[in-house]
């Protein structure tokens, strides 16, 4: 009798998983504030905002920093830091003031100059805010609330693009810390946000806490999904890292943490059958699973290849093994995502039920593959991306192709993905990643939807023929731009800078004591949230 991975995680369930809880554990998280609110996130390594697109990256800038603009539930942008802006007849020059009331953790007031400087690093490195200082005449302050961005051209997405978390939002830091090239991290955690970094009590590997800033203004408008009012409602906020799911899940059943990111399909029935626990769908619209492939290196620096992995991904089979309840995984072939405008169905020929493997293994030896290794990167701490990796290592194994799995948690992949050298050097082929559907609708934000080579994301693809697309984007009426996006996705899928495994809706854990909870895609904010 074989006993697979997803039986034996049931039986533990079913045994009383809670009991396994180490006593080190219990000792750190117990005895439970009803004003301290315990969260299992993952490992958080990277903490500038603009150095990396993780999502854990946005949650932990989302609580110590603030943004000039911000979406609300409907994905609008609003002003958040902005107190008032205006545009001039010309459509050229932009006025932003500063609303009252906002400083800096340290005691100093943020300033006209802080932004400034944070929109020229934000410009750095996403794909909207390359747009905007490609059209930028000047960018400057004019006192210390007040600042301008004048442009060459009109640009009419410019607040949108401003007000996007699709990639790297415009977090505002200190001129000082902003001032640093973006390829360098700011690791000084001081921001001007709804809470601020206990350093004194980061545990690297273990735990991260955040303590309300007693001397932040909200808005005064209605909290509206990352818009209005950011009220805090909790004195303490610790993230927990519990790399073993069971310990996780024992955890949250024990009362010693009140909300679990990424519980596996594997335990939503025990949630859900246990009286004191919930699961909670954030993100309605869901998350999109997608490889990507390292462009420099062979074999995916062939189109060959990269076309290969196209035609070989059977959805469905990766949609069993990342969301086993139908209900909660659907197929997706738009670059536009499901739930958009613009999702289409332009050169989506590729995608045949079950796969196509024999085209996938024709279009491998078209590409001169010659039994390279193929690394995947695979991140045990993410349970879907894993799971899916395991299958995708298999799969491809199938064709005769030399796969193989490089494990670690999420921050180890996040480390080994910025290198560029072949697998022989530390280099990688492959990593599985997700995104949020609505992140697909705006193609000029997204950095995974760039395809500017080795100055853009991880996997360096590069397609000119899509750059010059892309960057009518902003100057097209949204009618306009349902043609434009049919002739964005020929030109994707022809030369595949990712391929989709599917998508999913991943609820949260949490006890039923702790309320509140935002539902956005991408991000998790932590004001709002209370626990009875």
Same mark, same amino acid.
């Given at each position: 009798?074989?006993?697979?991975? &997803?039986?034996?995680?049931?039986? *533990? ?11 080190? $554990? ?31 990256? *946005? ?17 609008? #942008? ?30 100093? $007031? ?6 400034? !400087? ?61 001032? &640093? #090239? ?10 001007? +946000?709804?809470?601020? %970094? ?5 545990? #690297? *590997?273990?735990? %991260? ?18 818009? +209005? ?15 073993? @799911? ?14 679990? !990111? ?44 990269? @076309? ?59 590409? +001169? ?9 695979? =991140? ?11 299958? $995708? ?32 050097? +530390?280099?990688?082929?492959? %990593? ?70 599917? @998508? ?5 854990? &949490? ?13 998790? =904010?932590?004001?709002?949230? @209370?626990?009875?």
């Amino acid at each position: 009798m074989t006993i697979s991975r &997803r039986d034996l995680i049931k039986m *533990g369930v079913a045994a009383g998983t809670a009991l396994s809880l180490p006593s080190v $554990l219990r000792a750190q998280t117990a005895p439970t504030d009803a004003r301290t609110v315990r969260m299992v996130m993952g490992d958080l390594t990277v903490f500038d905002p603009y150095y990396s697109t993780d999502d854990m990256t *946005g949650d932990h800038a989302l609580a110590i920093y603030d943004s000039l603009f911000a979406p609300d539930s409907k994905f609008m #942008p609003q002003p958040q830091m902005v107190g008032k802006w205006g545009v001039s007849d010309d459509r050229r020059t932009y006025t932003f003031e500063l609303r009252d009331g906002l400083g800096w953790h340290d005691g100093t $007031l943020v300033t006209a100059a802080d932004c400034v !400087a944070s929109i020229r690093r934000w410009g750095q490195v996403d794909s909207g805010g390359q747009m905007v200082m490609e059209r930028a005449r000047d960018i400057s302050k004019k006192d210390d609330k007040t600042f301008t961005i004048v442009l060459k051209e009109p640009l009419e997405i410019l607040i949108d693009l401003m007000g996007s978390v699709s990639s790297f939002a415009v977090f505002v830091m200190r001129e000082k810390d902003a001032d &640093r #090239p973006a390829t360098e991290q700011v690791t000084a955690n001081i921001g001007s +946000g709804p809470f601020k %970094f206990n350093n004194a009590l980061a545990k #690297p *590997g273990a735990s %991260f806490t955040y303590d309300r800033n007693d001397k932040y203004v909200p808005r005064k408008e209605p909290s509206d999904g990352l818009a +209005g009012g950011k009220v805090v409602k909790v004195d303490r906020v610790i993230w927990e890292n519990i790399s073993d @799911q069971q310990t996780a899940f024992a955890a949250l059943q024990a009362g010693e943490a009140d909300y679990l !990111a990424s519980p596996p399909a594997d335990f939503y029935s025990a949630i859900e059958s246990d009286p004191n626990l919930a699961l909670q769908v954030l993100n309605a619209g869901g998350e999109s699973l997608f490889l990507r492939m390292n462009c420099l290196q062979k074999p995916f620096d062939n189109v060959k290849a990269r @076309q290969a992995m196209l035609h070989l991904v059977d959805q469905e089979a990766f949609l069993r093994v990342m969301a086993p309840n139908p209900k909660y995984g659907h197929t997706v072939t738009s670059i536009f995502g499901n739930s958009t405008p613009y999702s289409n169905d332009e050169n989506t020929g590729w995608f045949k039920k079950g796969g196509n493997p024999e085209k996938a293994k024709q279009l491998f030896q078209e590409a +001169g593959y010659a039994g390279e290794k193929i690394v995947i990167l695979q =991140p045990t701490s993410r349970a879907q991306a894993s799971d899916a990796s395991q299958l $995708l290592a298999a799969t491809l194994r199938k064709i005769g192709v030399n796969a193989e799995l490089a494990p670690s948690d999420w921050g180890g992949v996040l480390a080994r993905r910025a290198n560029k050298g072949p697998v022989e050097n +530390g280099g990688w082929s492959v %990593f599985i990643t997700s995104a949020s559907d609505v992140a697909f609708e705006n193609p000029a934000t997204p950095v995974f939807l760039s395809a500017n080579g080795e100055k853009g994301w991880v996997g360096w693809f590069k397609s000119d023929e899509w750059e010059a697309l892309r960057a009518k984007w902003g100057d097209v009426e949204p009618e306009e731009r349902k043609a434009l996006a049919r002739k964005m996705q020929r030109v994707w899928w022809d030369s595949v800078g990712f391929v989709f495994l599917g @998508q999913y809706v991943a609820p949260i854990a &949490r006890r039923k004591t702790l309320t509140g909870l935002i539902g956005m895609p991408l991000w998790t =904010p932590m004001w709002n949230m @209370q626990k009875a």
